[in-house]
């Protein structure tokens, strides 16, 4: 059997992951942005019909997951597994969603790499022969993030300078082993990320937070398969905003790569031209969105050929930094190939 | 290639997984109980030198991971993957240890059945010939546990009946593709449980909120499979406790599965016979240090040769009971097989 592992971190799939299927949405603030046409489900308010904000988020997960799956031409039942997280305290978007699909559950934890490390454990999942089907999710909530990360909203707590806005959204994907002609989505290989800390404890600044994570995934990609940034049309990070991905661009330049003509940051790019939306976006429905709208939207049309996806999370905990600890990070990045298929 | 997905949940692997280190640890509490010979670690005191339980904590899952790849006789760096996660919100103790370990991190959430969850993942990582190595872990720790979900310890809040006390403790195993000959110990196969939840809203009864889902996990891995009882020496569960045990083995009955005479409980266990423990140990750290404790060692003695271990998590929120949900629940099972090897 071939080795799939090389280099410490990365994996090379023995054939291309199927990407069958496919959903995003976003939230009011984000569909004001450039991407709408692109998200599949505009969600009209913050609580969309719900009681509370959580509920609001297990919603968007939920409706999230099951139009993937419908777009895939499936039911619930046909996926083998839902791999699948989010941001707040014991993953409830995800764990309740799960309840009410009734699919096999496996909760992650990456904070905002979840769409990463989700479709990173979905596409071995069926590359491993253990799935015929493996949906991956995530979902974040500007509202529920807030209150449980900084302050809530109600209380209109002015932002600093480095602050981003928790993207209200989420996004999910079908992995199968073989595709359909119009399926031609595939994930090729993975790098699985180590957490980094650079020693950020502003849980106002992630971008700085994240951006040593993003780097030292992408720089052990590149290191494990030989690659370059040339090798792909764009290398987009999820959520490190516009300070945090002049940083990225900024140390990458320092290590003898440059990233600044294919890098993008889904972060940046929600909120472009979005008044009072700081940074630009983070949580991890940002780069889920981003990525099951927008960006594959683009392969899909043949615009991109070959994409470097590389969620980025802050491991912030309210209780670890009044303990007087930094934020650690990771990133886990995904390559996403156009297959050779008509579309 | 053969197919490894059987039935809708479950996995047989193509070739045995070997569990070619491990080491467990436990609290002052737990170490007062019968198991206390069968722990690698015996932590001397809630804080263990640390600040904060939190720290402690971290400590534990650390050490223990350490010390698991010391009994492989390998080292960190060896490692391909950590697969682990714990109870703290954005598991700090998997998180922060990552950081000090510098293994690539896959971070999981299943409550307390983290410890099954990361060993169907990392087996699924080793069979697929993602990784040569990959290590499991989880952690718990009374103190933090209980000023999370429930009360800090420092009130002195008084304890229901049905109550049960998180372990301090942990557990992790290193897992490979090919096992040297002290290494009789392989996963052989696995089933992924669904989220079930029949409406217990008490945090204090988190026996009663798991046995539905173990007796769900167990039910499909042998309609999955065609097993029985009669096939595992020990249909051992993480931590549904006295209440949640005895609950089980009704429900089964009700169903026609007689479990009585080869279920036992890790909860039940770690406390058999201490004062003042109520209902048994909870927390992902239970199954986890009784596992990689006492019942591995007694599998390495000969005295048992298939084991399912059933682990279970309650998704446990504070913010969702509080929004008057109730806590659904979620159990995997994890085959453990005696090797003809010579041990």
Redesign the interface.
């Known amino acids: 059997?071939?080795?799939?592992?090389t280099g410490?971190?990365t994996?090379c799939f023995g054939k291309p992951v199927y990407i069958v299927g496919r959903a995003s949405a976003a939230g009011p603030e984000e569909c004001k942005g450039p991407l709408k046409k692109h998200f599949h489900i505009c969600v009209p308010d913050a609580l969309w019909g719900e009681?509370?904000f959580?509920?609001a988020e297990q919603k968007i997960f939920e409706q999230t997951v099951k139009r993937a799956i419908q777009s895939a031409g499936k039911k619930p039942q046909d996926m083998?597994?839902l791999v699948g997280?989010d941001l707040?305290?014991?993953?409830?978007s995800a764990?309740?969603s799960?309840?009410e699909l009734?699919?096999?559950?496996?909760?992650?934890?990456?904070?905002c790499s979840t769409m990463a490390?989700s479709m990173?454990?979905g596409a071995?999942?069926v590359?491993?022969?253990?799935?015929?089907y493996a949906v991956c999710a995530t979902s974040s909530h500007y509202a529920t993030a807030e209150r449980?990360f900084r302050f809530p909203v109600e209380l209109g707590t002015p932002k600093t300078p480095t602050s981003q806005n928790t993207v209200t959204g989420g996004g999910a994907c079908v992995l199968a082993a073989s595709g359909e002609a119009a399926d031609c989505l595939t994930i090729t290989g993975a790098t699985?990320?180590?957490?980094?800390?650079l020693g950020i404890k502003d849980a106002n600044n992630m971008g700085a937070a994240m951006a040593p994570a993003a780097l030292e995934t992408i720089l052990t990609h590149f290191e494990d398969t030989g690659k370059s940034p040339a090798d792909y049309d764009m290398i987009v990070t999820g959520d490190l905003g516009t300070f945090g991905s002049e940083l990225l661009v900024d140390m990458a330049n320092k290590m003898g790569v440059d990233l600044s003509s294919v890098h993008q940051d889904c972060g940046s790019m929600i909120f472009e031209g979005v008044p009072d939306s700081c940074c630009g976006g983070s949580g991890c429905g940002c780069g889920a969105a981003v990525l099951n709208g927008y960006l594959l939207n683009r392969m899909q049309e043949g615009a991109l050929q070959r994409l470097l996806f590389v969620a980025t999370g802050a491991?912030?905990?309210?209780?670890?930094i009044q303990?007087g600890?930094s934020v650690?990070s990771?990133a886990h990045a995904v390559v996403i190939e156009r297959s050779n298929v008509q579309c």
Chains 1, 2 share one sequence.
């Open positions: 059997m071939q080795k799939k592992h410490n971190q994996i009681e509370s959580e509920k083998d597994f997280g707040l305290n014991q993953i409830i764990g309740y799960a309840r009734g699919i096999p559950f496996l909760g992650i934890y990456g904070a490390q990173i454990m071995m999942l590359d491993g022969n253990f799935a015929d449980q699985v990320g180590c957490v980094v800390d491991m912030l905990s309210p209780t670890s303990q600890e650690p990771v």
